[in-house]
């Protein structure tokens, strides 16, 4: 159960580190890559530091949605596929924080203290 529950953290976190390194950020794709394995590490500020993670990439996703809604605006192409599909992005990053409120999580991370 715990690993299905890190499931959607892992990939919410490996999904932001491939758009850091599409984006030529190399320090925050290797920063990223490194908070993957905090998921290894059963103690509390590892599960705060993930979360926080998570909710800062949901927030870097809706700025980049932002800033790529914007310029498709601008130039006149079409730009709602894009917006739904990274708002549904940085939904799942947002959501997946939340999977610490799961009993399998909370468990693990020693949550309950």
Known sequence: MTFLALLPVGLSLLVLAAHFYRAGS?????????LLTLTAVPRRWAARTLQAALL?????????????VSQRQGEGR????LALILGGVALVSGLS???F????????????R
């Open 101 to 112: 409120r799961t009993k399998a999580l909370r468990a693990r991370f020693a949550l309950d």
């Open 56 to 68: 800062l990439g949901a927030v870097e996703w809706v700025r980049t949605a932002a800033a790529f």
């Open 26 to 34: 190399v320090a925050l794709f290797v920063a990223v890559l490194l």
């Open 78 to 81: 079409p730009w709602l596929r």
């Open 97 to 99: 924080a939340l999977l």
